[in-house]
């Protein structure tokens, strides 16, 4: 693996050695680190000890997930749950709860040589009953009864050419930790965050009141919100968001709306943007850069000084001159380059396109933001449906679906069959690249010469 670490959403164990006909099974990381140090170290040891000893856990299970250790070779596994090779880990062991919470605040730290980026491999043994070339468990006892720091111990045990790696991105469909808390009468962005997430999670855990403002001010109604979260998932009931709580309402969220698979519900415009971790520019293609071009399109259908973009999942100079222009007209450098700031005021300029612009029968509709996939109901299913079965009347192989807004197995089967014949990838997943493609081959069909696909005045997007 190649680029700077991150802290996966998840990893896959499996439950015996390399080898052997064993199961997998995938957690959220800091509930296998919690897992593992309650397997590995007692819950009476002294911070220190326990601290140095979750930096070294946490380091070596990244250690194998960034080499690729196991990968490589062919298994489909990231670490193994045999001491032999790895660390312990029980599926249904116990979790002691001052380890939980240590987790929480340092599952994503861990150690690195000094002038590497590549987690170190922290190996390390009892100390007793087995010895290594690494970190002695119960000798970190005594070392930090003698006074010794986590950071010192680390040291000790893997020299002094170490250092640790603070607050490293998680690497999931939340934003990472701003780097404070933030307590009643704050006012941020990310606040507005975790107030969105816990709206979205109340749903599934209807004892968490919902704030009626999520607009980024911290007020009671969010303290009691977060008091509520934090009692129903065992964290300090302090109704303050601190990294803990950041990181728990992120994989809380991820978990009800199934986010990393989106196989529930389409993603909406607001969350959209969060997806967007690094920049777009110049030289770069796919399906990315097609979503890219198409939001372009129909904002410079609608705002007459940003320059529209043909549709063709390369980004070249049209591109980058289109994307100069959105940045001039909203105020941003003009880079050239999709930042994440450009990214989110993209949406945002999107999303008041779609919210202004209601479904026509006799135009095409706007992709609506969403991502449609099966499990998902919606009106723009319904649409979606609509299409492809007036499409099956000239393409017979791509199945006619009834219009009821629900997107069941039909449905993805339909869209399979649109994506095999118009070349797009067969994944049965309607994001904007395959939208845009429906749509443009049912105005085709439907509309002939007319063009009537996203008439805005003085222009109409193909």
């Known amino acids: 693996m190649v680029g700077i670490p991150f802290i996966p959403e998840k990893i896959t164990v499996h439950l015996g050695p390399p080898d052997s006909d064993a199961e997998n099974v995938t957690l959220d990381f800091p509930e296998y680190i919690k897992n593992v140090a309650s397997r590995e170290i007692y819950p009476t040891w002294p911070e220190s000890a326990l601290r140095a000893n979750i930096y070294a856990i946490t380091t070596f299970a990244l250690n194998r997930i960034y080499t690729e250790w196991y990968r490589l070779k062919g298994y489909d596994f990231d670490i193994t749950n045999s001491t032999q090779y790895d660390q312990a880990f029980d599926f249904n062991g116990n979790i002691f709860e001052n380890i939980s919470v240590l987790v929480d605040e340092l599952f994503n730290d861990y150690v690195v040589k000094q002038g590497a980026v590549e987690p170190y491999f922290t190996a390390f043994c009892n100390g007793t009953t087995t010895t290594c070339e690494g970190l002695s468990q119960w000798g970190t006892v005594s070392l930090a009864e003698q006074g010794f720091i986590p950071y010192d111990i680390l040291r000790y045990y893997y020299g002094d050419d170490i250092q640790l790696v603070f607050n490293a991105m998680v690497r999931s469909n939340a934003a990472s930790y701003p780097g404070r808390d ?48 934090q009692k129903i998932f065992n964290l300090p ?38 997806q967007h971790e690094y920049d777009i520019s110049a030289g770069a293609e796919g399906a990315l850069v097609k979503s890219l071009q198409y939001y372009l399109a129909v904002i410079g259908a609608y705002y007459e000084n940003v320059i529209p973009t043909p549709i063709t999942g390369y980004f070249g100079k049209t591109t980058e001159d289109s994307v100069k222009s959105f940045q001039r007209v909203f105020g941003l450098p003009e880079t050239g380059v999709v930042d994440l700031e450009t990214w989110n005021d993209l949406y945002r300029a999107y999303a008041g396109i779609v919210e202004s612009v209601p479904i026509n029968p006799d135009t095409v509709a706007l992709y609506p933001g969403n991502i449609l996939k099966e499990g998902v109901t919606d009106e723009y299913v319904r649409v979606l449906q609509e299409y492809l079965t007036f499409i099956n009347k000239t393409y017979p192989d791509i199945p006619p679906v009834n219009a009821t807004g629900y997107f069941g197995p039909v449905t993805k089967s339909s869209v399979i069959a649109f994506q095999k014949r118009f070349g797009l990838p067969q994944n049965g997943v309607v994001g904007a690249d395959t939208w845009n493609e429906i749509a443009t081959v049912y105005s085709d069909l439907r509309f002939g010469s007319q063009k009537q696909t996203y008439q805005f005045p003085g222009y109409t997007i193909k």
Do not use: C, H, M
């Open 182 to 229: 933030f307590s009643e009468g704050n006012i941020s962005e990310n606040i507005k965050i975790i107030q969105l997430r816990l709206n979205r999670i109340a749903q599934n855990y209807p004892r968490i009141p919902k704030i009626p403002q999520p607009n980024g001010f911290f007020g009671p109604e969010t303290t009691a919100a977060v008091r509520e979260f």
């Open 237 to 274: 009931e302090t109704g303050v968001i601190d990294k803990a709580t950041w990181y728990k309402t992120g994989y809380i969220y991820i978990s009800v709306k199934k986010l990393a698979e989106l196989d529930s519900e389409g993603i909406s415009l607001s969350e959209l943007p969060r």
